[in-house]
T-cell receptor, first 113, second 112 residues
Framework: EDQVTQSPEALRLQEGESSSLNCSYTVSGLRGLFWYRQDPGKGPEFLFT?????EEKEKERLKATLTKKESFLHITAPKPEDSATYLC??????????????WGLGTSLAVNP | NAGVTQTPKFQVLKTGQSMTLQCAQDMNHEYMSWYRQDPGMGLRLIHY???????DQGEVPNGYNVSRSTTEDFPLRLLSAAPSQTSVYFC???????????FGNGTRLTVT
């Protein structure tokens, strides 16, 4: 069964304290892995797409990496405005027209000033 | 550039009432979808559409209807609301197969 597990469920950091969020996945044939950020009361906001093992993408203080079993979202020197829930989702090659995404439950990140 | 717009933002219904959640996108995306988000369950696909006149069921379609008469609009109808439909509903749209989805800011629905 296709599955996405994110850890930790919640993470509290001091401003400037770097850390990583994990997304472990089980899917038969990966089409893509997506990272989103979700603020309270808002919809998920797209961050990155990774397609194959070894791929890396960066945006400001965030860097996403991908292996055959997991993805990491590295946050370097976070700021309070990075506080949000970070969601990971995978899409299987067999998803077809429905483009169904299998979602993790997210990591709730709080960055204290 | 508005992106994906959902209305209303909040709604309270009594059991058995009907309503339509509106979704509009201005990015000319062929693909549109509805998700619901519940604590401990993650996001789940309700219905989707790959173009005007084409709709299909996702993983949790029961109790919901959709239609797609234009590229821009994809309304979600609850015919007879039930407390189990209390949730946050998100509309999302996208272009190519491997492209990310763009989400609206959701409708928080409570059914009493």
């Amino acid at each position: 069964e296709d599955q996405v597990t994110q850890s930790p469920e919640a993470l509290r950091l001091q401003e400037g304290e770097s850390s990583s969020l994990n997304c472990s996945y089980t899917v038969s044939g990966l089409r893509g892995l997506f990272w989103y950020r979700q603020d309270p009361g808002k919809g998920p906001e797209f961050l990155f797409t990774l397609y194959s093992a070894g791929e890396e993408k960066e945006k400001e203080r965030l860097k996403a990496t991908l292996t055959k079993k997991e993805s990491f979202l590295h946050i370097t020197a976070p700021k309070p405005e990075d506080s949000a829930t970070y969601l990971c989702a995978v899409q299987a090659r067999r998803a077809g027209n429905n483009r169904k995404l299998i979602w993790g439950l997210g990591t709730s990140l709080a960055v204290n000033p | 550039n508005a992106g994906v717009t959902q209305t209303p933002k909040f709604q309270v219904l009594k059991t058995g009432q009907s309503m339509t959640l509106q979704c509009a996108q201005d990015m000319n995306h062929e693909y549109m979808s509805w998700y619901r988000q519940d604590p401990g369950m993650g996001l789940r696909l309700i219905h989707y559409s790959v173009g005007a006149g084409i709709t299909d069921q996702g993983e949790v379609p029961n109790g919901y209807n959709v239609s797609r008469s234009t590229t821009e609009d994809f309304p979600l109808r609850l015919l007879s609301a039930a407390p189990s439909q209390t949730s946050v509903y998100f509309c999302a749209s996208g272009s190519g197969y491997r492209s990310p989805l763009h989400f609206g800011n959701g409708t928080r629905l409570t059914v009493t």
